[in-house]
Every structure is written in C-alpha cells, then in structure tokens.
C-alpha cells in the first residue's frame, strides 16, 4: 500500500446539499479539494465523508441578504445557535448541537482548513469574527467531522474558504450605503499573470455611524477594513505540484462596550447607549500569512500548511462605577438598578455629586503559529474501495495580557479623565499552549455500506506566566507560574448505507474534546456524541437526531459572562444535549425554498454549585443558558430573467439567561429579511435589502454587562460590478 497517512479535509459530495443537481463525477481542483471537507471528486467514488448534518453555504447563499453580521447568516441553519451582541457581527457569538454560543468557544473556526482562532488552545474564549464578505463558502461541520478538525470536538466546526484560484482572470467590485451611515466598498479578484501563476486579491471595507444613541447624540458605530493576497504557482503542466501564498489582514476601529442597558431602559428606549460607555473602543489588527504545498496524485493528494497569525488588540471599555460608595462592576449595577440607583445616574449622566468611572484598558497580544500536514489516498482492496486519510498538526499559541485602568470624573451629563492607570496594574501575564495532534481515519466501501472509523490524538501542555501588578518591566521578581498537561484520545465510528438511489441512512459515534486550559488539575471537557439520520442524496433533505452526553462541562471565568475577566477554565458537572434537526428544500428552475428546524433539550443532569454567572447553583434538570428548546427558518426565492427576490423569516425560540432560574427570561423573537436583485447591462447589478422589516427589537441577552436588544431595521442599497 502506498503512502499516505497525512490528511485533512475529507470529501464528501457537494451534491448531498446543493440547491440543485451536482454530478457524481465532478471534480473540484486540488486547492479546493485540500482545503474542503465536502469537496466532491469522481475517483474516490462511492467512498464520502461521513458527517452527517453537514451545511455547505456557497457565495450566493451569503450574499442573499447582504447581512454583514455573520451571527444572523449562520443563525438560520439546523442545530447553529447564535447571540447576536453589537449588531454589526463585529462579535461571533456561534455554538453548534447544544455547546455554548460564548464567543465561539467551544467549536472549532478554520480558514481553508487551518485553525483561525486567535488562540485556540491557550485562550479559546478570545473574540474571533471572520468578515463574511471574502468567502467562496462556508462549511458547518457536525457528527464525524470533527475528528478532522479539532480541538472543540464535541459540537462541530465551521470551515471558512477563500476563493480558490482557479487561473481565469475575473473582478467583482461592489458599492452599498445604507441608514445608520452604513457604507460598504469592495473589490475581489484574480488575475493570470503567467502561464502557472495566478494573483488573487480582496479588499473590503465597510463602517457606520451606529444605531444607538447618548444623550442625543449617535454611537455605537464601527470602521472595518479587510483583505487578502493570494499568490498561486503551479510547478508543472501536470498540477502534481502546487504552491500558494496567503497574507491577510483584518483592522477594526469601533465604539463598542460591555455595557447594556437595564431591563426598563432596553424594553423602552432600545436605542440607548449610557453616557458611561461613550469613551469605550476596540482598536484591533490581525495580520495572516500562510505558505501551502500540494502534492496531488489521482488516487489522493498530500498538503503542507505553515502558518502564523498575529493579533493585537485593545478594548478600552468601562468595567467599574464608584458612587461614593465603593467602586462597583457595571455587571451588578445593571442587573439590580434600585439597588445602584446612584451608580445608575452616574452612568446616565445624571448624578449630582462627582462618580469615578474604572475604564479598563484591555491590551491583548496574540500569535498563533504552525504547521500541519495532511493527507489522502484511495484504492483498492479485495475488489472495494479504501481511502485512508491521516494528519499531524504541530502548533503553538499565546495570550499576552497587559492591561491598566484610567480614571475618569463623571458630572453634569461629562466624563473627563482624572488619572492614568500604571500600565500592567490591571493584568500582566502570558498564557500559552503547545500541541501536537494527529488523526487516523479509513473509509470503507462495501456495496451499499461505507463503514468509516479512526482516532484523533490530542496532547497539550498549557501554562501560565503571572508577573504580577506591580511589575510592568516583566523583571520576574514575584512571578506566578501554572501548569496543565492534558492527552486526549477520542475515537470515531460512522456508518452509511445508501438506500436505493435517492437516499442515505447515516449514523455516528465519536468522543468530544474541549482542551482544559492551564489551571493545575482541570480536566478537559469530555462527552459521547451520537447521531442518526436520513439524506437525500441530490436534494438538501435531511433529518437528524443526535446526543450529546457531557461527563463534565467546561465553565469559563470571562467578562463576557459576567465574570470577572481572569479568563481561567474549571469543571463543572455533567450535562446533556439532545434533539433533532430537520432540512427542506425543492424548487425548479425559477423558484427555490427551503425549510429548516431545530430541536433541542440541552439540560444538566446533576446537582452542583458554581461561581460561573451563568450557571448558579444547579439543579438536575435546569437548562443549559443561550440554547433555545426551537428555532427555525423559511426562505423563498424566486428569479425571473433579470430579477431575483428572496424572503426569509426565522424563528428564534426563548432562552435563559441563567441556567439555574426559574423563568425562561429571554422571549422568543419573529425576524424578517427581504433581498432583491435586478441585473443591468455590462455585468452590473443593482441590490437591495432589508433586514429586520418589522423591525423587532426584542431582548437577546443579559451579558456581557445588562440587557441588549436585537439590530433595528437595517437598508442597504448596493451596486455591484462584475467582469
């Protein structure tokens, strides 16, 4: 047998979930097909991936609506949960199959198949929002395909493409303005330089004045620019090998916070953004590169990514209020108001006598870098066919907290600063990880059977280095180290059995993973993940059932929960998430719809205490925070000749906010979107959306700090150009 255990992306046909026909033997280009996990290829034949509830969302799925806020996109898709937090997407908030939706930490968010994160093994909870404009599609992975991705391997994994550069010369540009000052201008495209050598090129940005509003005036808004640089070599005629280049980068400048409003306020004047807020601003960069090598033969391919990514980032937001009394954190504040009546007016601008405001510096470096390499190859055996994939990643990632806090004097509707914090006072430490990871998996095909089992391995170590508050030289005087080593063995089985010729019984079994970050003694989060279901094999008609059954949960002391920022992972008890999904989808030539569902009852299954906001003291049977018992959407589209028009609508069921409450506290919430295009002569075209039409501002959290509301009514019109 020849070589190849090294791999990563898998293939499983684009036809099981196109919105029309694929052919069986379509084959993607070898960029796509080592990036993919659901890339199709003819000679592998019957052998797919199995993972089961798959969604492949191509560029017209995502630009349907024109929404810039990834969290409503991935919404509307089966056994996705999303919290909607600034209301432009500038925070991802995504969980899948009854993980947690808390800043996506808890599933696995790659870029062409490569960890995207900022950091994912040492600071998995860090804010990472992808710009969805950039992307060819997007792949949500549940079930078996995570034993690929990892490290989150108990919910799912979403995998973000970049165009692949197929050697055709092409541009696309688009303009789009929109109320709230909404502006977005873009270009993407490529360009054949030479005979083997292909440019591609995307830049982006787009920015609003913001929909909220302090004393009056606007807020609330953000500028954000993006782009890439892809440079493709093919290093023969016959495509056996292929290099390519990618540097990428994202920079964002925008008044967002932590800190909501009160119940009263967000029921009554949703638009309302308190004075206190009005010096809070992230100022972000991240900068991407990546060199790749490809091997592709006809029974397989072997791919080499080398990768390192930087970000630094500082959120300076408000974090405490003292009223004469005491300095207290704005989480507290806004969830008893009668209590901190006078922290209250401090914060409107309303106080008589002089508050100090705490404004947090929250200055954050991260580096991610790698390398991992993957592989496929298929033949056969005893007259069937066998395809063995294999991979090893190589990686290492850090957080470098540096952070101070400034006081400001806040009277008579100002806020002035008094005082410079000392720098490091608020925060001074490095947390890191090192990994090293590998997976096995074989395919077989027999008949109608495809039985597919492997082992991915995970072992990290996990460290933190504290130089204390008082040392901003980093001279190591009273540092305070902590350590955690942890090995992960988590297996998978997956079965299929086609049944006739238009459908597909599918079922799996794999273990999940969530790393334990560096606290001494924390173990990582672990649980048995089952599923079972039926596909159409042309057609997106699916329907699911899984089970996820958590030996012990993970909780998180973040400031976006309500903790107090110290970022450290601790155990909690055990807990169970089951429920089903369902996909509907037919249409013709000019018409498409497509219905999708998902049920969930996601509850603990045991008696415990905990400090995580959260969670409370919790009692066998509460509900897990954030996931909804339903959700679901319906999407209509209908084209003809030069006009398309779609509509959605998607439900959102109530949610708690805190598992150990008795009230479901956040209601269930009707949202609407409208797009339309019409196409004009010499390739332009003319766009038009709205998102929200009823405008439903209901509740949708209680965190990071207070209550939030969903995004107002959105309009956006949008001239775009293609070549």
Known sequence: MKILLVSGSLILSGALIAQERVRQDTIAPVEMESVTILAPRKDV??????????????????????????????????????????????????????????????????????????????????????????YQNIEILKGSAQLLAGPQTTGGAINLLTPVLDEKNDLKTQLAFGNFGQMRIGAQGEWKIAPRTSIGLGLNQSSAQGFKEILSKTAGGYRLRDGYLKIGQHLDEEDIHHLEFLLGYTGE???????????????????????GASRDTMDMSRWLTRLSYTYNIKPGWFRVDVYQQKVNRNWYKLDKVDAGFGAKGISNILLDPNLYANEINAL????????????????????????????????????????????????????????????????????????LGEKGAAGNRIDEASARSAYYRTTWALGNWTLQGGVRLEHIIAQRIDFGNNDAERSAINIKTQRNEVVGLLPGLSINKNLGRWWTAFGGLHKGFSPAGSKEGVLPEESLNTELGIKHRYFPVQLTIFNSDYSRLLGSDAAASGGTGEGSLYNGGSAVARGAEIRLGTGDKHWKTEISATYTDAFFTENFSSTFEEWG?????????????????????????????????????ERKSLASSIDWDLPSSWVHNIGAQYALPKGFQLSGSIQNVFNSQHLIAVRPAGFRTYAPRMILIKLGWEL
């Open 45 to 134: 034949g019957t052998i797919v991936h199995l993972s089961g509830s798959e969604v492949l969302l191509r560029q017209q799925d995502l630009h349907k609506f024109d929404q810039v806020d990834g969290n409503q996109i991935l919404q509307s898709q089966p056994g996705v949960y999303t919290q909607q937090e600034d209301g432009w997407g500038l925070r991802l908030n995504v969980g899948l199959r009854g993980t947690g939706v808390l800043r996506s930490s808890r599933i696995t968010l790659m870029e062409d198949g490569v960890l995207a994160a900022p950091a994912p093994y040492s600071s998995p909870s860090a804010y990472y929002t992808p710009p969805f404009w950039k």
């Open 253 to 275: 400048l925008s008044n967002q916070t932590y800190l909501g409003t009160t119940f009263t306020d967000a029921i009554n004047d949703p638009y309302k953004m308190y004075l």
């Open 348 to 419: 409107n601008g309303n106080n008589r006598d002089t508050a100090m405001a705490s404004i947090k510096a929250n200055n954050r470096a991260y580096l991610m870098r790698g390398v991992q390499a993957r592989g496929q190859y298929t033949h056969n055996l005893l007259g069937q066919k066998v395809t063995h994939e294999a991979g090893l990643r190589l990686h290492f990632d850090s957080e470098d907290r540096f952070q101070w806090s400034d006081k400001y004097l806040m009277l008579n509707s100002e806020i002035s600063l008094f005082s």
């Open 617 to 653: 003291n919790i009692q066998y049977g509460d509900a897990l925070p954030y996931i909804p018992k339903l959700q679901g959407m319906f999407q209509f589209s209908y084209n003809w000749e030069k006009v398309t028009v779609n509509w959605q609508t998607v439900y959102g069921g």
